[in-house]
Nanobody, 122 residues
Framework: QVQLVESGGGLVQAGGSLRVSCTAS????????MGWFRQAPGKEREFVAR????????YYADSVKGRFTISRDNAKNTVYLQMSSLKPENTAVYYC???????????????WGPGTQVTVSS
């Protein structure tokens, strides 16, 4: 069992930056790939970024490439999402996910965090 808790969300102006964090409980954090997803009002939850268990491999949605950076600190059981050049359309609840994998045309996740709200004002 892994419990995830996000933090760092808030209100930011367009063009600004924000870092959200996700801290995991349990001793198996370093064995999991981790990811971030987001869900905007009235829309389905969508993939944002993924990082391998070691941090050596990352993968991003096309919409955030070059603006968002996912990283992790296994000693702190924490994964981060650094967001820059934020746009109003990035407003969403951002969810941390443990062990995300893409199979059968959809993402599968073992554990979700409760989410943190990120609001980008124009």
């Amino acid at each position: 069992q892994v419990q995830l808790v996000e933090s760092g969300g808030g209100l930011v102006q367009a063009g600004g930056s924000l870092r959200v964090s996700c801290t995991a409980s349990g001793r198996t954090f370093s064995s999991y790939a981790m990811g971030w997803f987001r869900q905007a009002p009235g829309k389905e939850r969508e993939f944002v970024a993924r990082i391998s268990w070691s941090g050596g491999s990352t993968y991003y949605a096309d919409s955030v490439k070059g603006r968002f950076t996912i990283s992790r600190d296994n000693a702190k059981n924490t994964v981060y999402l650094q967001m820059s050049s934020l746009k109003p359309e990035n407003t969403a609840v951002y969810y941390c996910a443990a062990n995300p994998s893409f199979t059968d045309t959809r993402w599968h996740v073992d554990y979700w965090g409760p989410g943190t709200q990120v609001t980008v004002s124009s």
